[in-house]
């Protein structure tokens, strides 16, 4: 069972634009929500997160906007560059005791080209 | 460097085998965590270890099975393995699964090619 929907599976940015990756959920028991970032070779490492008290958090470049009741979460980048070329995965956790493992979208590969 | 070592890297095996993997977490981690990565499933989580206890258990075929040692290093037995265990497993830990931060320390995972 995908309980979170992650979408494109590819994206080919040019240098300097926006790069979007969007995520939706359907359980609304979750309650924390990180964008991880993955280089080839690497372990995934967390970029940012939000919870959904707030509808957006920007972290330099990065920003995540949420929209609780569309039940939807985004990751913008801004300007973006040819070393944000990796692989995004959204993910999603609730707070609840034995389960609060992430559950992982299946994952935007991300090209920036010059 | 996430301070989760797994080893091995590299792993090729023929069907019918058995294989372990071993996860070293961070220090003062207490819980850790097994991933399953493949092309086209993304990051599917098998189990979760939290001081030496298992907590969780998600997708995990039950050919595969894990445990948390006192010293919290942990490992995962692949047995009578198939072509189609081929994948990255990764292992990341965290320092108490209830702090709900989201953030999982990964390691660079384990490559296991069945042939």
């Known amino acids: 069972q995908q309980q979170v929907k992650q979408s494109p599976q590819s994206l080919i940015v040019q240098k300097g634009g926006i790069s979007i990756i969007n995520c939706a959920y359907e359980?609304?028991?979750?309650?924390?929500f990180p964008w991880y970032q993955q280089f080839p070779g690497k372990g995934p490492a967390l970029l940012i997160a939000i919870r959904p008290d707030v509808s957006e958090k920007k972290e330099g470049r990065f920003t995540i906007s949420f929209n609780k009741s569309a039940k939807q979460f985004s990751l913008h980048i801004m300007d973006s560059q040819p070393g944000d070329s990796a692989t995004y995965f959204c993910a999603a956790s609730r707070r609840d005791f034995g389960n609060e493992k992430l559950t992982f979208g299946t994952g935007t590969r991300l090209t920036i080209i010059p | 460097d996430s301070g989760v070592t797994q080893t091995p890297k590299h792993l090729i095996t023929a069907t019918g085998q058995r294989v372990t993997l071993r996860c070293s977490p961070r220090?003062?981690?207490?819980?850790v965590y097994w991933y399953q990565q493949s092309l086209d499933q993304g990051l599917q989580f098998l189990i979760q270890?939290?001081?030496?206890?298992?907590?969780a258990k998600g997708n995990i075929l039950e050919r595969f099975s894990a445990q948390q040692f006192p010293d919290l290093h942990s490992e995962l037995n692949l047995s009578s393995l198939e072509l189609g265990d081929s994948a990255l497993y990764f292992c990341?830990?965290?320092?108490?699964?209830?702090?709900?931060?989201?953030?999982?320390?990964f390691g660079e995972g384990s490559r296991l090619t069945v042939l």
């Open positions: 220090s003062g981690d207490l819980s």
């Open positions: 359980n609304t028991a979750f309650d924390y």
């Open positions: 270890y939290y001081n030496g206890e298992e907590r």
């Open positions: 990341a830990s965290s320092v108490v699964p209830w702090e709900h931060t989201g953030e999982l320390f």
